[in-house]
């Protein structure tokens, strides 16, 4: 009796030794994104999240026999807690890829963990030129604010604004946004006639905007991150700064897809420069925002876009290592990765780890009964200013 019951237990364990490795039960890949879900950035986790699970239902959870594991971690956009989860994702979840990062500040902390782990970093968000820089493992999927901003200096300079007022948050981008746009309209012939700055917490405008009305200039050039566009807009309106012939012109996270749709009259008109309009006209493009509208009862703005494009790195990564992933590995097929997002065609530049898309210049328009950026010009393939040496 007893050694049947022994036997009982040490065949199961003898097959299972046996079984080729090919069927033996492979590990979950793991992708750890840290987003802010809650706080003043809120907006931007949650159009990342949303397009990280959208990629997923299209493409499956499943790739070269590796199952999909997503963790999503709320970092609150507290630097402190970014770093914190980043150590957490590695040491205890042992997550293969970490990505998110919805601002400059949470990327930039987290850079050496991902370095010293050797674990590939996908920035999804954050967009100062300086990130990549901060970590050979990190590789950028959104945006950086020097190809935006230098396309609206090129086209204000050309386009009969002679002198303009910048108004940018105070932090890294806003700083690469004045600066990328000052050199690039002064080529062009344009004059700023004063460099303004509001705080990145809980801003009240008023001041600064009575400061532009002062100025006179003929347009005020503005970065501000996502999700402050709207309000922004509201006492830009209440200030009647929308009917003093002040032009508004800017980065296109001002007229943010995520809330343009609620700006009202004010944003009409709006000229801006960026990656990712939702009305960016191209089949997969539709298809994208279809799906993503269906799935989540809101419109999916430039966040959203690179959450999806982040997706597509990791798949295609995992994919090209057959499965088995790998720091170093996965960061090789990640570099010079060529594809079509919903915004147009992108690549991974291989030496910079960056992203290289078309930048549009977009104007607001009521399309349908909704207000939309519509795309009226294109810069093909622009690799980040930043890297180029340019001022
Ligand atoms: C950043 C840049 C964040 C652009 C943004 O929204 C944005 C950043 C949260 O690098 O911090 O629209």
Same mark, same amino acid.
């Given at each position: 009796?007893q050694?049947r019951?022994?036997?009982?237990? =040490?065949?199961?364990?003898a097959?299972?030794l046996? =079984? ?7 590990a ?19 159009? /990342? ?6 990629y ?13 594991? %997503? ?9 402190d ?14 997550v293969?890829v ?10 930039m902390a987290t850079a ?11 920035v999804?968000?954050?967009?100062t030129?300086?990130?990549? $820089?901060?970590?050979?493992y ?18 204000a300079?050309?386009?009969?604004i002679?002198k303009? =007022?910048?108004?940018v $948050? ?10 990328f746009?000052?050199?690039? *309209? ?9 460099e303004?700055?509001?705080? %990145?917490?809980?801003?009240d405008f008023?001041?600064?905007l ?10 005020v ?23 003093s012939g002040i ?7 001002i007229?943010?897809?995520?809330q ?11 000229v ?5 309009s ?22 999916p703005?430039f966040?959203? =876009?690179a959450?999806?494009d ?7 990564? %995992?994919?090209? $290592? ?6 170093d ?11 079509e ?8 530049d ?5 992203v290289?898309h078309?930048?549009? /210049? ?8 909704q207000?939309?950026?519509?795309? *009226? ?9 930043g890297?180029?040496?340019a001022?």
């Amino acid at each position: 009796m007893q050694k049947r019951h022994v036997l009982k237990g =040490v065949l199961p364990l003898a097959l299972a030794l046996t =079984v080729p490795q090919a069927f033996a039960q492979a590990a979950p890949f793991k992708i750890g994104f840290i987003l802010p879900m809650t706080g003043q950035s809120a907006s931007t986790g949650r159009q /990342i999240e949303a397009a990280a699970k959208l990629y997923m239902a299209q493409n499956g959870a499943t790739v070269a026999g590796r199952k999909i594991e %997503l963790i999503i971690k709320d970092d609150a956009g507290v630097a402190d807690s970014t770093r914190r989860l980043a150590q957490e994702l590695v040491v205890n979840d042992k997550v293969d890829v970490l990505a998110g990062f919805g601002l400059t500040p949470l990327a930039m902390a987290t850079a050496p963990i991902a370095t010293q782990a050797k674990v590939p970093m996908v920035v999804t968000a954050a967009a100062t030129s300086v990130i990549t $820089t901060a970590s050979p493992y990190i590789v950028r999927t959104s945006f950086t604010l020097p190809q935006a901003a230098v396309a609206m200096g090129e086209w204000a300079g050309k386009n009969k604004i002679k002198k303009v =007022v910048t108004l940018v $948050t105070d932090y890294a981008p806003g700083i690469d946004a004045e600066k990328f746009f000052k050199s690039q *309209f002064q080529l062009n012939g344009g004059e700023i006639v004063a460099e303004i700055r509001s705080p %990145l917490k809980s801003p009240d405008f008023a001041p600064f905007l009575q400061k532009v009305r002062d100025a006179k200039p003929d347009a005020v050039f503005v970065f501000l991150p996502s999700g402050q566009g709207a309000a922004f807009m509201k006492q830009f309106a209440e200030r009647g700064l929308d009917k003093s012939g002040i032009k508004l012109i800017g980065t296109g996270d001002i007229t943010d897809d995520d809330q343009l749709n609620d700006m009202g009259d004010v944003a009409l008109g709006v000229v801006t420069a960026q990656h990712y309009s939702a009305s960016h006209n191209s089949p997969m493009n539709k298809k994208f925002v279809q799906s993503f509208e269906a799935a989540n009862k809101f419109r999916p703005n430039f966040m959203a =876009v690179a959450g999806y494009d982040g997706m597509r790195v990791i798949y295609k990564a %995992l994919e090209a $290592t057959k499965g088995k992933g790998g720091g170093d590995d996965l960061l090789a097929a990640m570099k010079g990765q060529v594809f079509e997002s919903p915004r147009g065609p992108v690549m991974i530049d291989a030496q910079t780890r960056d992203v290289v898309h078309d930048i549009y /210049i977009r104007k607001v328009e009521r399309v349908g009964g909704q207000l939309w950026n519509q795309e *009226f010009d294109v810069q093909k393939a622009v690799k980040d200013p930043g890297k180029l040496g340019a001022k």
